[in-house]
């Protein structure tokens, strides 16, 4: 009778074997990047992996999400592993798609590549004839909560709900029969080393605001005009004079874009559009500092006598890793990168959905380095394929074996003292009652 470290050996052993293959797939996906909701390639590309290594996928979750699951030789626990479909836009980005502007500028292509890999392993070493429960495979989309204004329009002819990925999924009813979940995110940053866990990530709430003012002529008649985009400027900068007001510890980040200024140089502009995030440690210190931007963007209203329409759209809430799956990550990183490659972080600026899960089932983020140049920037690029395509797939599938080894007593543990900080129901109701719009006219 296999022990478990003959397991996970056994694991890694047929992922080397498969190391060509996993490499494929993440190249394959970063040569072919698509944004959120539109990743019909990528998707179509993890069915047929899935399929090829005896899994039965389930495709067009959440319009492109796939989802496959494999029993082990008891009832237990389920265990969802996670790798995120889609890119964002970064202009200049040498791979980037000559239509959409998509690029894997973030690696998700390597967490896919890991998510297939770490099933290419457990399948291949029979690991399931040695655990508990349930391994649950989940390629899901749309992690990066950009085409907002696209998103809004799918949102308002009712295919979409949230704009994000995993909360979509969450109220679909797709992680209902799931009890703890993890994915690995691919990083750059040499503070990370090889290996890392941060202890939790920043939420965030999604706004877009127009500004309305009056059109006329710019040069001849500007006085009978009410310009929108001076209205946005000063709303901005009233944005930048609150900054000095947010605590550090609450690590708030504003960070607007424009993205239609006017229509006509020769015209006042009379409709400005905006998009921002309002980012923050906690859900308090997040709705406190949305209310300071909307006080700001108010001015600028104020200031030109325009109008501002600012439409608050729920995010993503703030990442907390649970501290026991980190323990065991960190332990097989070390085991297999060593102890001095493998780093625990605290607090990060970035938001991801995955913040979403660990609310409701206890869950884990972890990043691992292979990749070079900035994220989000156009010199992006996986400078290590093992470290970023196969190491994931490792450290994925021996997790997997931790938790459900045996009667999945290592999960029952973390689930036996698990606390949800918020049910599916409290969930959804605290998104809903996020979403709101608000006209405010500053000539009244």
């Not at 395509?389 to 036996?416: C, F, H, S």
């Amino acid at each position: 009778m296999p022990t478990r470290d003959d397991v996970k050996r056994s694991v890694c052993e047929a992922i080397d074997r498969c190391a060509e293959k996993i490499t494929a797939v993440g190249e394959t996906i970063r040569r072919n990047p698509e944004l959120g909701f539109k990743e019909f390639k990528t998707a179509r590309l993890v069915e047929e992996t899935m399929r090829e290594i005896g899994l039965s996928p389930r495709g067009g979750l959440a319009v492109t999400g796939v989802r496959a699951e494999q029993r082990g030789a008891k009832d237990g626990p389920t265990f969802a592993l996670l790798g995120e479909l889609d890119g964002l836009v970064v202009a200049g980005h040498p791979l980037a798609d000559k239509e959409s502007g998509a690029a894997h500028a973030c690696g998700h292509n390597a967490q896919v590549a890991g998510l297939l890999g770490a099933a290419m392993g457990l399948m291949a070493a029979k690991a399931f004839d040695h655990l508990a429960g349930r391994v649950v495979f989940f390629a899901v989309p749309a992690e990066e909560y950009g085409d907002v204004e696209w998103r809004v329009q799918q949102a308002r002819a009712g295919r979409l709900e949230f704009l994000g990925g995993k909360p979509e999924l969450l109220r679909l009813g797709h992680f209902d029969d799931v009890d703890l979940a993890m994915m690995i995110h691919t990083t750059s940053q040499p503070e990370m080393k090889r290996a890392g866990v941060a202890a939790s990530n920043n939420g965030c709430i999604v706004k877009t605001v127009r500004y309305l003012g009056r059109a006329s002529h710019a040069g001849g008649a500007p006085h009978h005009g009410i310009n929108a985009l001076y209205a946005a400027n000063i709303g901005l900068m009233a944005i930048n004079a609150v900054r000095e007001t947010f605590r550090d510890e609450d690590s708030i980040r504003v960070h607007p874009i424009i993205t239609h200024g006017g229509s006509q140089v020769n015209v006042i502009p009379a409709e400005v559009r905006l998009e921002t995030y309002v980012r923050g440690k906690t859900v308090e210190a997040i709705l406190d500092a949305n209310r300071r931007v909307d006080r700001a963007l108010r001015a600028g209203a104020l200031a030109l006598g325009a109008q501002v329409e600012i439409e608050t759209l729920p995010g993503y809430l703030p990442l907390f890793n649970h501290a026991g799956m980190a323990a065991h990550f960190t332990a097989n990183a070390r085991a297999l990168l060593g102890a001095d490659e493998v780093t625990e972080a605290g607090h990060r600026g970035g938001s991801t959905d995955m913040g979403d899960i660990s609310h409701v089932m206890p869950a884990l983020h972890p990043y691992m380095g292979g990749a070079a140049g900035s994220g989000h920037g156009a010199d992006y690029a996986i400078a290590d394929p093992g470290l970023a395509y196969v190491e994931p797939a490792k450290q994925l599938a021996l997790m997997a074996v931790d938790l459900l080894w045996g009667n999945a007593e290592t999960a029952r543990e973390i689930l036996k003292a698990w606390t949800p900080r918020m049910t599916k129901e409290e969930y959804l109701t605290f998104q809903r009652g996020v979403a709101r719009t608000e006209l405010y006219d500053g000539a009244r």
